[in-house]
Antibody, heavy 121, light 110 residues
């Protein structure tokens, strides 16, 4: 059974850092496109970052230069290192897998339960 | 403001049909595949439709998707109270090199 379990969220001060983890089971992270998607309280979905199976990484302009996506193949885990956090980064962060059979990127077939990041002093 | 435009809310009676629109441009919907998601309160989004009109395993055929030009539509027939949720469209934007989403539509089953 495919499962994604996020952890690492919490309260952090503006300018601080946090690392989110997404432990996967039932499939191999390194063989798939994996993304982070966030949702601010009461707001819609916002794509944050993707890491392709080949290792290429891409970021939304809103987080470029501050966030880093990575994976640990030995742990089958996806990460999001978040630095220089701002109040507007406050959101539930989801990791999600791109559907392998889709014709294009952005069809996320499995999502984690989400982890809340609150940036506040 | 979201790159893709959805109506904030739609409503219909149980058993009826509803459609939710998603409008974009040639850089996103017009030249890429659209997905649709259902998000029940307090839960993660769930993929309903991908590649414009395909349903993942386990999604009932009450849910359908279509695309024409730079717009896409999600259709739901035989509405049930359990369908009350927020619905999002999403696609790749070739100009932004980002996945983009609509602002979401809240479905109320009266």
């Amino acid at each position: 059974e495919v499962q994604l379990v996020e952890s690492g969220g919490g309260l952090v001060q503006p300018g601080g850092s946090l690392r989110l983890s997404c432990a996967a089971s039932g499939f191999t992270v390194s063989s798939n496109y994996m993304s982070w998607v966030r949702q601010a309280p009461g707001k819609g979905l916002e794509w944050v970052s993707v890491i392709y199976s080949g290792g290429s990484t891409y970021y939304a302009d809103s987080v470029k230069g501050r966030f880093t996506i990575s994976r640990d193949n030995s742990k089958n885990t996806l990460y999001l290192q978040m630095n220089s956090l701002r109040a507007e980064d406050t959101a539930v962060y989801y990791c999600a897998r791109d559907l392998p059979d889709s014709s294009g990127p952005g069809a996320f077939d499995y999502w984690g339960q989400g982890t809340l990041v609150t940036v506040s002093s | 403001q979201s790159v893709l435009t959805q109506p904030p809310s739609v409503s219909a009676a149980p058993g009826q049909k509803v459609t939710i629109s998603c409008s974009g441009s040639s850089s996103n919907i017009g030249n890429n595949y659209v997905s649709w998601y259902q998000q029940l309160p307090g839960t993660a989004p769930k993929l309903l439709i991908y590649d414009n009109n395909k349903r993942p395993s386990g999604i009932p055929d009450r849910f359908s998707g279509s695309k024409s030009g730079t717009s896409a539509t999600l259709g739901i027939t035989g509405l049930q109270t359990g369908d009350e949720a927020d619905y999002y469209c999403g696609t790749w934007d070739s100009s932004l090199s980002d996945v983009v989403f609509g602002g979401g539509t809240k479905l109320t089953v009266l």
